[in-house]
């Protein structure tokens, strides 16, 4: 019988410890970020709407809070890409919504990890 080096029998463990350390840096990112107005558990509503399975889900339809105008008529659906736009400059996006005073975030990576992050919690 033929023996396995060892490192290819740690390559699972190392690949589970990336994406928990991903998993980490993207819930560091979002909590720096979007915690204060936002939960990513289902229904939890607070001055910002849960973003709980928000990639697939559109624009100001969430039951329960009230989205601007601007949000429920502006046809978007929230995708990695239309996350991307509206967390780099939500007015430049989508204007008149309510994410008074967020500008936005100008760091792709950290935009990346807070996507990751809402991608990981599905509907």
Do not use: Y
Not at 83 to 93: E, H, N, Q, R, V
């Amino acid at each position: 019988m033929r023996r396995l080096p060892i490192a290819l029998l740690a390559l699972p463990f190392a690949f589970a410890q990336a994406a928990f350390a991903a998993d980490e840096a993207g819930q560091e990112a979002f909590n720096n970020n979007c915690r204060t107005c936002h939960s990513w558990k289902q229904g939890d509503n607070r001055l910002g709407p849960s973003l709980h399975g928000i990639v697939g889900r559109k624009a100001g339809s969430l039951e329960g809070f009230g989205f601007s105008e601007s949000l429920k008529k502006s046809g978007v659906t929230w995708d990695e890409g239309s996350l991307d736009k509206f967390i780099t400059s939500p007015d430049g996006f989508i204007p008149n919504n309510n994410m008074k005073p967020f500008t936005g975030i100008a760091d792709a990576g950290t935009r990346k990890q807070i996507i990751d992050f809402l991608k990981s919690n599905p509907n």
